[in-house]
């Protein structure tokens, strides 16, 4: 491929800056007599700077007017030196003997140069300078080191496979620039990157991941990436925490290494990729996973706009106009995509179209602005206005140049089959299922039959997972998952529930007992969104607060990639057998070992084990044969029995700490409501009195009347009383809970219940003991 600079053209005024810098440079040179005799008796080149063979160097054109940046000139092989005492600055050319005229000055240049007589009162060192010199300056002067002053670079380690990869590599015509690139990486890395030579990556991706340490593709990125690469769609199945992400990030970074040279003007600056993400925290971190790949220092990294919802629209416009990647959740996408003049001729032209976590993508609340999105990416190219766009979202699509990959850990099986037909289906969407098979109907693959790549045929679940049930009655849930939470506390743990409410209820609940908590939900504020995430993957600031426990509901179920989650608890059930799937591989993600717990009430039990064994079921086989024999043989999801004893011991300060939360809520929730009927009556200029308002208040014996009750009494405990029952919680919380056989104790404060239990003294026992046979779910050594 040609490289062409994509420096703008130097304005005439900056142009004349340039000049009159070197004319500087030059003043006081010798006559050109001066200079003949001086060049014929030293073997090296005097210069006049302008007739030099400045080269431009490229800039990245995402910066806005270069940031009063003109542009940037180069030139090789050319030392500066400045002699001490004198402090004489001189150009001198690395190659001896070669001088002719053309080196020397013109008589009626004043733009030359001496070697040896020009003060550049620039540098206030003393020393002299003989080291390589770059020179970066809004005028457009840069001066670059010459390859013998450099310091020699010592590889202190070696990236294994080098030689191989130097006659292997993707269009590695330039085997020197391989090994150039990988020996910059050898000072920092020792990988052996030997497993990735067969997916012909160029050298640059190779030193991104070498500097990653990723020595190994994954199995979807070994089956996905080389189809990907030869230009064909694919739909690609692997198990939560496989690496997905990756599978097809290096694609996209391959094209964009391909075409970055050739991305001068704005019509060629169009984004390469748009990558849809149902959530906002899952596109965030898509965009933290491509920015590390990207951003090793291998090569300028390109640029990646994310847009989700919470933040402002205005600076997501601007983003999106130098992306070279774009990611985002379909809402927010839609709406500054619509609002923003000629973003959308602008993101029809990506070659990558990615949908991540499909079937959720496609199946769920964002079903409405994916639509749009597809249809806007079918439309021909037009100059009417954002207005004018989305009137024509009925219009037929025209045939795609994009590639479009669509990936999950799960998907229907009856709706794999279908898609080897490649299915259009617009009839009326009675289910998810249709509703998904509609939708990708709509991708609009470039291809006749996109590939589809199943990279765990065998199971969805990830390998290292264990999982186990804890059945307790209904009303004691919060206890068994305090009790869990207190045996595990070393373990970094997601707690799933089903509704937002039970996630502001649990929060306060187990920081009432000193427990790490944060929560996660769509009902909080974008900023505390990634706060609780932040804290929890321990990424906040140094010395921050952090957590090592998330409340959740399902938002952070899919794709989210927290590094070392152990342990995962559904509080609630999950509500369908791939939610189980999704929530259960926040754990055990990239061949580490992880434990799912599901907390049931007896009513439940038989449910769940039918969810789990339809799960492992649906996993065990691609063909109908593997599918009944898995199911004949059945899959039994163990029962973890926890010691009741001990379990009812902590139920007091369980009881107390649910109360504390009860009350807090529910004075929280009154004070809303009664700012909101305060505003009402002075809306309709009437006097306001609570207490009045319940008396006469109807329906006090309807739906909710009990939940109401309790909520009056638990707003009417004042001050006291509640600071009372903190007392005494923190009280009990110092206490020693007697397990009876000996004299430990469990606590939530200083004392390490996991040591505790590894010792002896509890009846013997070993760890997981406390739990009956948890210690099966491979929680053993935290
Ligand atoms: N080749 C590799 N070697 C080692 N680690 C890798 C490799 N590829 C990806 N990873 C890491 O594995 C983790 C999981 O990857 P990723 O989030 O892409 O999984 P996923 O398959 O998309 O999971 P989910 O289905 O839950 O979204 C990430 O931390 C990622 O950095």
């Known amino acids: 491929m040609a490289a062409t600079s994509n420096k703008r053209p130097l304005p005439a005024k900056v142009a004349a800056m340039r000049d009159r810098k070197r004319q500087k440079l030059d003043q006081d040179a010798p006559s050109p007599q001066e200079g ?6 030293k073997p090296r080149k005097v210069h006049d700077l302008n007739k030099l063979a400045w080269k431009d160097v490229s800039l990245p054109d995402r910066l806005d007017n270069y940031e009063g940046f003109f542009g940037l000139e180069e030139i090789e092989d050319v030392v500066v030196t400045r002699e001490p005492g004198s402090g004489k600055v001189s150009f001198v050319s690395q190659h001896a003997g070669e001088a002719t005229m053309d080196d020397l000055p013109e008589a009626d240049d004043p ?3 001496q070697e040896g007589d020009e003060e550049w009162s620039g540098f206030d060192d003393d020393d002299a300078v003989t080291a390589p010199l770059t020179v970066l300056k809004p005028t457009a002067l840069a001066v670059k080191a010459s390859k013998q002053a450099k310091p020699e670079k010592k590889a202190k380690a070696k990236v294994k496979g080098q030689t191989d990869l130097e006659a292997k590599s993707k269009g590695s015509s330039k085997p020197a620039a391989v090994l150039q690139t990988l020996e910059a990486t050898a000072d920092e890395v020792d990988v052996d990157m030997s497993a990735w030579l067969p997916l012909k990556l160029s050298p640059d991706t190779m030193a991104a991941l070498a ?8 199995t979807i990125q070994q089956s996905a990436i080389p189809p990907i690469l030869a230009g064909h769609d694919v739909i690609g199945k692997a198990s939560t925490g496989s690496g997905k992400t990756l599978a097809f990030g290096i694609p996209i970074l391959e094209h964009y290494l391909d075409v970055r040279q050739l991305r001068t003007t704005d019509e060629t600056k169009a984004p390469i990729a748009l990558i849809l993400s149902p959530t906002r925290e899952l596109a965030h971190q898509l965009n933290d996973h491509l920015t590390a790949l990207c951003s090793t220092g291998v090569f300028d990294a390109p640029s990646i706009a994310t847009v989700t919802g919470g933040l402002s629209v205005q600076k997501q416009q601007r983003q999106l106009r130098y992306a070279d990647i774009i990611i985002g959740t379909p809402g927010r996408l839609w709406e500054v995509m619509s609002a923003g003049k000629g973003l959308m001729n602008s993101i029809r032209q990506i070659q990558f179209l990615v949908i991540d976590e499909a079937d959720r993508l496609l199946s769920e609340g964002n079903f409405k602005e994916v639509i749009e999105i597809l249809t806007m990416l079918d439309k021909k190219d037009t100059d009417k206005d954002a207005a004018n766009e989305s009137e024509e979202v009925a219009a037929t699509p025209s045939a795609v140049s994009r590639q ?9 099986r009856g709706l794999q089959k279908k898609l080897s037909g490649k299915i259009k289906n617009g009839g009326a969407l009675s289910s998810n299922k249709d509703t998904m098979e509609y939708l990708l109907g709509k991708l609009n693959f470039r291809e006749e039959t996109p590939k589809f790549i199943d990279a765990n045929p065998i199971s969805q679940m990830a390998s290292g997972l264990k999982e186990g049930l804890i059945e307790c009655a209904g009303p004691e849930k919060d206890l068994y998952l305090y009790s869990l939470l207190l045996l595990y506390r070393n373990a970094r743990t997601l707690v799933f529930c089903n509704s937002i409410s039970a996630v502001r209820r649990l929060n306060p609940f187990l920081q009432n007992l000193d427990l790490p908590v944060v929560a996660l939900h769509s009902g909080m504020t974008q900023k505390a969104r990634l706060r ?8 906040g600031k140094e010395g921050g607060k952090t957590a090592s426990i998330m409340v959740s509901t399902d938002v952070a179920a899919r794709g989210l990639d927290i590094p070392a989650v152990q342990l995962v608890i559904h509080y609630h059930l999950p509500r369908a ?16 070992p992880g434990s799912s717990i599901l907390i049931c009430g007896p009513e439940e039990v038989g449910g769940v084990r039918r969810l789990v064994a339809k799960v492992h079921a649906r996993s065990a086989g691609t063909d109908d044969e593997s599918a009944a024999s898995a199911k004949k043989q059945g899959y039994y999801i163990r029962t973890l029995d926890m010691d009741r004893r001990i379990v009812s011991r902590l139920r007091p300060r369980a009881q107390l700490a649910k109360k504390l939360a009860d009350i807090g809520s529910a004075k929280e929730k009154g004070s809303k409501e009664d700012d909101f009927m305060r505003a009402a009556a002075e809306e309709l200029g009437v006097d306001y009195d609570s207490e009045e308002f319940e008396k006469e208040a109807p329906g006090r014996h309807g739906r909710g009347a009990g939940r109401k009750k309790k909520e009056k009494v638990a707003r009417e405990i004042s001050k006291g009383e509640a600071g009372s029952m903190r007392a005494e919680l923190r009280e009990l919380l110092r206490q020693r809970v007697n397990v009876g056989v000996s004299e430990k104790y469990i606590t939530s404060g200083s004392v390490d219940v996991d040591e505790l239990l590894k010792q002896k003294e509890i009846g013997e026992r070993k760890t997981g003991e406390f739990l009956g046979n948890a210690g099966g779910v491979g929680l053993e050594d935290l």
């Open 211 to 218: 500097k990653l340490k990723f020595a190994t593709p994954s």
């Open 36 to 41: 003949l005799i001086a060049a014929a008796a």
């Open 111 to 113: 733009a030359s140069v």
């Open 404 to 412: 479009t990959l669509v990936f999950s850990a799960t998907f229907d």
């Open 532 to 539: 609780s995430v932040e804290r929890f993957s321990q990424k």
């Open 577 to 592: 057998a791939d939610m189980y799937v999704h929530r259960s591989g926040r754990t055990a993600r990239a061949g580490q």
